[in-house]
């Protein structure tokens, strides 16, 4: 069954050109419901005949079929149409070489007994099987001659489609014995066989004909898509009307014929009136056939018209998608001529669609541009299979050349070429813009060889994808080695790779949280230790990113010298503060001493206060040596270590306080003595005259950062008995005002006096520009 079905879905001569897929179906189904109707044939013919044999074997004579006073049918006739039946039903079974071999054998006994049968009644011999049972004689047993020659035709019908020979052949075969068949029933239906000049041996039996007439259709219905009956299958106007028209034809006048006979028998009319009636009577019939065939071709013809009014929407439709997109398509036919090309062509080649059409596409377009399409249209041809060409050079009106890429999709009718179906792909910016990368790729691949740094690009995968040829001298291997094979971990310092790698996977993840730049340790080919600074980016709109790597390993030595020499330098000039500390130390300690053998007072005050001034001198050594950063001493921790200094040398009174407000300042040796021995001057004239006669009170000292960039103000002030008012301070013959003056000048500032409310001194100075002495 399914070879049949393929084999009816492979027929195309009788479906039209333009046919949907719906009434494709349609015809599919019919063929295959006329096939069917062969095969139920074919069992009815089995049935009937194993029928008449057991009504032969048990003698029962109405299933041999005896009845309306009608012989029977032939013992030998039934054993016939059994074998008859069989190889119509293997012949709609799938195909195979032993059914086939069944289905010839049994067509050749077919032919041999029913020529034997007709022999013996020509010839009056008795050539055929002996009787095998007493009511077996040669009348009762054998076939009529008119069964005879219908079961040899039978017979050549059968074998000849057993090897699908002269199908129109069979099918002329089959209508024959079809109308012997109903020949040989009308003389039971219609009338007695004097009425035909027949004489009674020659007739069927009733059931014989009808079992005739089953195989006639059988044989017609086995090959439904072949010659007449693929006329009356085909999925047309013809093949409707046909179905439809000849059943009732042939039922209609069979039917007029004999109700006219019985009537005529019944003496209802004269013979003379029945066959006038019989004449009015079938130009009646074929009045009504007339009208009735010319009211479905108008509904044929309404429905075909308003199937070509939707069909012509749809064409339109399309046509205007086709126009619409910007791709060319052109199509030819089966000479290989243009007959149609869209806007889109008409638009990529400059050239109007009038101008194409007609045009032979390998003859009549330049040499250019057919040698190259040649080949691509030629092969579709050839292959009857879809070609794809691309990149073809095409000059075009405006002199330049255009590069066109699309398919060539042939258009296959009964298995041959019936023209193409071609699209055009204009692709000349996209050959502009692939040129230009090529250019774009060439400059930076170039600037990638010559950066003189090692530069690789490195995927997702931690892959190195490529390598310029400066890696190949940093890392100790070839490009060939490295590129797509290597990862870059294998060179990188076990210590540093989990870093690294958590670095290359948020790079991927958000970028803005990796640093751009980081140094790590390489290992190279010779399992060389190399200090690396390596810069890294995602190149936009991939997973992977570049890398440069700069080798710093030099310079990281050199710093390290560098750093060794400058700790051996601050060792050495921590060692000088604190010998110049001692040694001021050692002086303050002699003139302390010094001061113990004078009797003088105002002497020994001398001398107390140059000692004061070189303890303060000495304190800025000791906060340097003290300090991490040589190179500035932190100016609160100074004072506040300078006045309780002097507070204990001079012994002041409990009731005079110490308030310090000093911000967070940090001043350089240079600025740090004189300020120093300014504070000491003007504090320890506090101490010594604001508060007589053990008066309390208090002396502030505060030091801040000036509004202007550089400059501080310090502010010594004390609620004492006052600065005398008759003393010029700027002019004072006291040398401990004289030196406030000369170190405030020193340290580029100024002094201002005020004596409300005790004294206070307010010195504005600016730092000394020179900070680094190392």
């Known amino acids: 069954m399914k070879k049949e079905v393929q084999e009816i879905e492979n027929i195309s001569a009788h479906i039209p050109v333009e046919y949907d897929k719906k009434q494709h179906v349609k015809y599919i189904n019919r063929l295959s ?38 012989p029977g049918t032939k013992l030998y006739t039934a054993i016939l149409f059994i074998m008859a039946g069989v190889s119509l039903y293997l012949l709609n079974c799938e195909e195979d070489s032993k059914k086939l071999a069944i289905i010839r054998v049994l067509s050749s006994i077919i032919i041999v007994w029913s020529a034997l049968t007709f022999i013996e009644f020509v010839s009056g011999l008795n050539i055929i099987l002996p009787n095998l049972h007493p009511f ?20 050549f019908a059968l074998l000849m489609s057993s090897y699908k020979y002269k199908i129109r052949l069979i099918q002329i075969i089959a209508l024959i014995y079809g109308f012997i068949a109903l020949l040989g029933l009308s003389a039971y239906l219609v009338g007695r066989s004097d009425n035909y000049l027949i004489d009674l041996v020659v007739q069927m039996a009733m059931l014989s004909s009808l079992i005739h007439i089953c195989f006639s259709v059988g044989i017609l219905c086995l090959f439904p898509d ?7 299958t085909a999925q047309n106007n013809g093949g409707y009307m046909a179905r439809q028209l000849l059943p009732v034809n042939l039922g209609a006048v069979f039917i007029i014929g004999i109700l006219i006979n019985l009537g005529n028998q019944s003496a209802l009319f004269s013979d003379e009136f029945g066959r006038v009636l019989t004449i009015v009577t079938t130009m009646a019939f074929l009045t009504g056939i007339i009208i009735w065939n010319a009211k479905m071709l108008n509904k044929i013809d309404s429905e075909r018209q308003k199937s070509q009014e939707e069909l012509f929407k749809i064409q339109k439709f399309y046509e205007e998608i086709v126009e619409g997109i910007n791709e060319g398509i052109w199509v030819t036919d089966k000479n290989d001529h243009l007959y149609y090309t869209n806007r889109g062509m008409e638009k990529i080649t400059g050239v109007k669609t009038e101008d194409m059409r007609g045009v032979n596409i390998l003859k009549d377009i330049p040499p250019e541009i057919s040698n190259v399409l040649e080949k691509y249209y030629t092969k579709a041809k050839e292959t009857l299979t879809p070609v794809h060409y691309d990149s073809i050079p095409v000059p075009i009106t405006t002199g330049k050349k255009s590069y066109h890429s699309g398919w060539i999709l042939p258009q296959i009718y009964n298995g041959s070429f019936n023209g193409a179906v071609c699209t055009v792909i204009d692709q000349t910016k996209l050959k502009e813009a692939e040129k230009a990368l090529r250019k774009s790729e060439a400059y930076y691949r170039t600037i990638f060889e010559s950066t003189g740094t090692a530069t690789i690009i490195i995927g997702e995968d931690r892959l190195i994808k490529m390598a310029n040829k400066t890696s190949e001298e940093f890392i100790g291997y070839n490009r060939d080695e490295i590129e797509n094979k290597m990862t870059w971990t294998r060179f990188v310092h076990p210590d540093d790779l989990e870093r690294l790698k958590k670095y290359h996977q948020m790079r991927r993840t958000d970028e803005k949280q990796v640093p751009s730049a980081y140094e790590f340790r390489l290992i190279d080919n010779n399992q060389n230790e190399r200090q690396i600074m390596l810069y890294a980016s995602l190149i936009p709109g991939t997973t992977s990113s570049v890398v440069s790597l700069l080798d710093i390993t030099d310079r990281k030595k050199s710093e390290q010298a560098i750093k060794n020499s400058l700790k051996e330098k601050e060792l050495l000039l921590q060692e000088i503060h604190h010998r110049v500390k001692n040694n001021m130390q050692i002086i303050s300690s002699l003139l302390n001493l010094q001061s113990s053998f004078i009797e003088d007072e105002e002497i020994e005050n001398i001398l ?53 407000d000093v911000g967070d300042v940090f001043f350089n040796i240079d600025t740090a003595v004189p300020l120093g021995l300014v504070i000491n001057e003007l504090v320890s004239n506090s101490l010594k005259y604001a508060f007589p006669d053990d008066r309390t009170g208090k002396i502030q000292i505060s030091l801040k950062q ?42 580029n500032g100024t002094i201002e006096l005020d004596r409300n409310k005790g004294t206070s001194f307010k010195i504005c100075i600016e730092r000394n520009k020179y900070t680094k002495r190392i």
């Open 33 to 70: 419901r006329f096939k069917k109707y062969s095969k139920a044939l074919a069992l009815i013919v089995v049935l009937m005949g194993i029928s008449c044999v057991l009504g032969w074997v048990l003698n029962i004579p109405l299933i041999r079929g005896e009845f309306f006073g009608s």
């Open 136 to 155: 077996m004689t040669s009348t009762v047993a054998k076939s009529r001659v008119l069964s005879s020659i219908n079961l040899m035709i039978i017979g």
């Open 226 to 232: 072949k010659s007449y009956m693929g006329r009356i």
């Open 608 to 660: 107390k206060d140059s000692q004061s001034r070189v303890k303060s001198m000495a304190l800025v050594h000791e906060k340097l040596y003290q300090a991490d950063d040589l190179a500035q001493i932190n100016a609160a921790e100074y004072i506040r270590s300078l006045t309780t200094s002097m507070f204990h040398n001079y012994s002041v009174h409990p009731g005079v306080e110490l308030i310090l």
């Open 706 to 747: 000036s509004s202007e960039e550089g400059k501080y103000i310090l502010i010594v002030e004390d609620d004492g008995v006052g600065f005398p008012e008759d003393v010029d301070f700027l002019n004072s013959p006291s040398l401990g005002l004289q030196l406030v003056k000369t170190l405030v000048n020193q340290l």
